[in-house]
């Protein structure tokens, strides 16, 4: 059954909305107090966005792009300059103050960059005369981030059902859905949602994903208000729950893709790609072209390390030594030998990947 993105847009209708841009305000859904509380915050000023988006309050490299988005429009709300020039400087301003929330997500700096660049293009090409017309433009181009990776997500959906079968279960890590995406549909989570809204019963392995528990906290949280079937692991049960034949495939999002086909995600997805080959289980990884970075190698990378606490506790209360020394990488790097196949909206990418994936993206 060939689908198109209008006909999905009738058949799926998502019943969490993570990001709200209403009436110039930007509400989001507290993702650090979930499962329990559903908080929705605004954020009124860019050290507010930028603050949501460290403490991870959004998550996920697509959400935190959208906000970003957002973020330089509120930037322009907030402080009122008073000429195109002022608005440049505050625009540059915010862009810097946003990079640095967190520096291994590219989707991040290709926002930001993307409203600084369209701003100065605007002003270049005499489209806007004033400060109150570029907000204008601006906030289209916001808009246009979000519409843009929703139709992106469902163009995946589309790509990645084709690799799941009726009665699939599918591993997955983090929190890849509607949640990380800020759309409600989400990349690696697309495909499982069509299939279901489509009516094939599918299910998911989510495993709890220490330290921040994504996976018990958010997928399982997203996954039971879809009403599809997920089973809560710990991360340590992977290798296992592969192994029995528990599963069908892999799927998993990404924060970062390198032009040879290494992919930055959650801690635990090189585990996850290494056992999976072993054992003949397709590994698929998806994300939009934006996740893409052709320019950096491997080695250029910057890891992001997080509070040790996060790890000595869970939720406050703890867990270990007070003391004891901790390394808390928040991403892996996973080599290209260990995916089977890359989805994005502009099709399903295999290897050899040092070839395919400057011919896809720069399709």
Not at 19 to 46: A, E, G, H, M, R
Not at 85 to 113: C, F, G, H, Q, Y
Not at 148 to 166: P, T, V
């Amino acid at each position: 059954m060939k689908l198109s993105v209008k006909e999905i847009k009738e058949i799926f209708k998502p019943k969490l909305l993570p990001i709200i841009w209403k009436n110039d305000t930007l509400t989001i859904l507290d993702q650090s107090l979930l499962p329990f509380q559903q908080v929705y915050v605004d954020l009124k000023d860019v050290d507010s966005v930028a603050r949501a988006i460290k403490t991870m309050q959004v998550r996920g490299a697509p959400a935190i792009g959208i906000t970003a988005g957002y973020g330089m429009v509120i930037s322009l709300l907030n402080k009122k300059p008073s000429n195109l020039d002022e608005a440049i400087k505050e625009l540059t301003n915010a862009k810097a103050i946003l990079d640095s929330s967190r520096p291994t997500a590219v989707n991040l700096v290709w926002a930001t960059s993307r409203m600084l660049n369209t701003a100065k293009k605007l002003i270049e090409d005499g489209s806007v005369k004033n400060v109150n017309e570029l907000i204008d433009e601006l906030k289209k181009e916001a808009n246009k981030i979000f519409n843009e990776e929703y139709e992106a997500e469902i163009q995946m959906g589309l790509y990645g059902l084709e690799k799941i079968s009726d009665g699939d279960t599918i591993l997955t890590q983090c929190n890849a859905g509607g949640l990380a995406t800020g759309t409600g549909l989400g990349t690696a989570l697309a495909p499982v949602k069509l299939a279901n809204a489509l009516g094939l019963k599918v299910s998911v392995i989510a495993p709890e994903t220490r330290p921040w528990l994504q996976g018990s906290r958010l997928t399982v949280y997203e996954l039971m208000a879809e009403n599809i079937k997920v089973t809560l692991i710990t991360d340590t049960a992977v290798g296992l729950v592969m192994y029995k034949g528990m599963v069908n495939s892999v799927m998993v999002g990404a924060d970062r893709i390198l032009r040879d086909g290494h992919v930055f995600n959650k801690i635990g997805t090189f585990k996850e790609a290494v056992i999976a080959h072993e054992l003949g289980i397709p590994f698929y990884v998806l994300a939009p072209i934006s996740t893409f970075d052709l320019k950096n190698s491997v080695d250029d990378i910057k890891i992001e390390e997080r509070d040790p606490n996060e790890v000595r506790t869970v939720r406050g209360i703890p867990i270990a030594p007070e003391n004891v020394e901790v390394y808390n990488p928040v991403f892996d790097a996973t080599p290209p030998k260990y995916i089977t196949a890359i989805i994005t909206e502009k099709g399903i990418i295999y290897p050899p990947f040092i070839v395919n994936i400057k011919r896809v993206v720069e399709k």
